[in-house]
């Protein structure tokens, strides 16, 4: 199938769509003939606002010209007959068109007709319908004091319901918070007294492990090994402090050097410098006439 086919069908479709709701509606016709006569009356529309009066006394007062501030029957260059041509160029297949809505105007005025002629029925000749209509206004206002007024009432007995039930619910709230802070505080005891024998108990195990490492730790086995080790780190921590007492006083000894000191340092750097690379470019050398050879 074609992807213009299945376009068609599903604009078909959508048509089919359209029109069934406007029969559920009440809508006889189609959907374009109401499109079509929209579009005719908001065209008609805009025209006749276009359609300025002719002032031919204000103009001569203005002293302007129509070659200069344009045409009073137009507006922004566009009169109402250039409207109606650009977008109804063809009246006649317009009204045509829109013929198809005279069964359902007629049908609708007849249906308004009908009604005015049930609610004059019972009231008398034609010319009591003012008064009938008068009537029904002031018992339709009436009606509506009365509804206003049950309102009122419905309203007021609402909020007094609402206000109880405010009272209420501010009293179970009370209860039950009390309720749950009497649960709380028991609660809280329980687990107090559990976690002080619970510490106690493990502050027991603590010193027992404590005591079982120090008699682990320091035997008749133990004590000769930890005596040497003991020696060793104190021989060790003499030696370190010996070098930190040499690096400081060669720190010191720096630190009491003049600057020619530190210019020959830096001179001795270069020169250091230049013989690496000087030997650097001996040794190429050499190697680069050792191939040649």
Known sequence: MKLKDVSDRN???SDKAAEKALRRQGFLCAQHVYQAAY???QV????QRMWLPQCPSAID???ASTETAGSTSHLLGITGHQLLATHIPDRAISQKGCRALLPEIEHRLQAKAQWLADVCEHQGPIASLPQHLAVQVAAAKGGQLELVQQWQQQQQQSQAY???LNQVLTTLTQLVQDHLL???QASNKVQQTWLT???QTLFSKLKVIEKQLLVQTY???TMPALHKLDDHLTRAQRKLDARDEKATARLYQFDQLQPEFLELTNQYRDLQEDLDHATFTLHEFQKAAADQI
């Open 11 to 13: 604009i078909s479709d």
């Open 39 to 41: 579009d005719h009356l």
């Open 44 to 47: 008609a529309k805009c025209a």
């Open 61 to 63: 007062s203005s002293g």
């Open 162 to 164: 609402l206000h109880l």
């Open 182 to 184: 009497g649960q709380q």
């Open 197 to 199: 024998a619970h510490s």
């Open 219 to 221: 035997n008749s086995e």
